[in-house]
Every structure is written in C-alpha cells, then in structure tokens.
C-alpha cells in the first residue's frame, strides 16, 4: 500500500531548527540582563536622587512634629542609610535573571541535545508501504 501523501522533503518543507530569539524566556533574560546593567550604571545617580527625595521626606515629618512641639527624632538620610534602597530591586532581577537563564538554557539547549536528528527517526509512512 502506497501513501498518497508526500514528506515533508518532497512538500519543500525542512525542519528547521528554533531560533533562540522566539523564546520568550531570551527576551526576559536579556531585559533582566539589561536592567541590571542601568541598575550598575545608573545606581549612583539613583541613589542621590534618593537620598534627596528622603530628607524632604524627613524635614516635612521634622516640621510636622516641631509645629506639634515634640522634639524632631528622625535622622536625616545618608547616600550609606537610607530608607529605600536598591537592594530588593537588584535580588529580584537576578532571580529573575537566573530562572530565565536556566529555564532559556533547558528548552533550547539541553532538550535539543535530547531530540534525535530527523534522519534518524524512519518515517511510519515509509515503513507501512514497504511491508
């Protein structure tokens, strides 16, 4: 019995193998990656804005209770102590980071080398009409 339908190879089709950039786990490495490059860059610049931004915080809570006579007990921020800093954001982007990493590396790299070649596997179809 002969099958009517052709293969792949006779359709013009080929398999092909998946780009690494049509994995969305590559676009959340690389924007993880690139968000902790700016963090790097931008971290001392980020910080003194924060250091700015809390001591207005603090003077305004200074004067509130001056206003109210209760003697200031707040310290003033420094760039070393501050309220805020960018500690959380950079843990949660290198997890980010680091899960994206091996998820990314498990599906396009370890699972391929997993998967036999296509001229390994025998076509079924192939195969029943030999019989």
Same mark, same amino acid.
């Given at each position: 019995m002969v099958s009517t339908q052709p @293969?792949?190879?006779? /359709?013009?089709? !080929?398999?092909?193998?998946? %780009?690494i950039t049509e994995s969305p786990w590559y676009w959340v490495y690389l924007f993880s990656t690139a968000v902790l490059i700016a963090i790097v860059l931008l971290g001392p610049k980020i910080i003194e804005r924060q250091t700015?931004?809390?001591? @207005?915080?603090?003077? /305004?809570?200074? !004067?509130?209770?001056?206003? %109210?006579?209760?003697?200031?007990?707040?310290?003033?921020?420094t760039n070393d102590n501050q309220l805020i800093t960018?500690?959380?954001?950079?843990?949660?982007?290198?997890?980010?980071?680091?899960?994206?990493?091996?998820?990314?590396?498990?599906k396009h790299f370890y699972r391929r080398?997993?998967?036999?070649?296509?001229k390994d596997v025998e076509d079924p179809v192939v195969q029943g009409s030999q019989e």
């Open positions: @293969n792949p190879e006779q /359709r013009g089709e !080929t398999s092909r193998k998946k %780009s700015i931004d809390e001591r @207005n915080y603090q003077a /305004r809570q200074r !004067t509130y209770q001056q206003a %109210s006579g209760e003697q200031p007990d707040i310290p003033l921020s960018l500690q959380p954001l950079i843990i949660t982007f290198a997890i980010v980071l680091a899960v994206s990493w091996i998820i990314l590396w498990y080398d997993q998967e036999p070649l296509a």
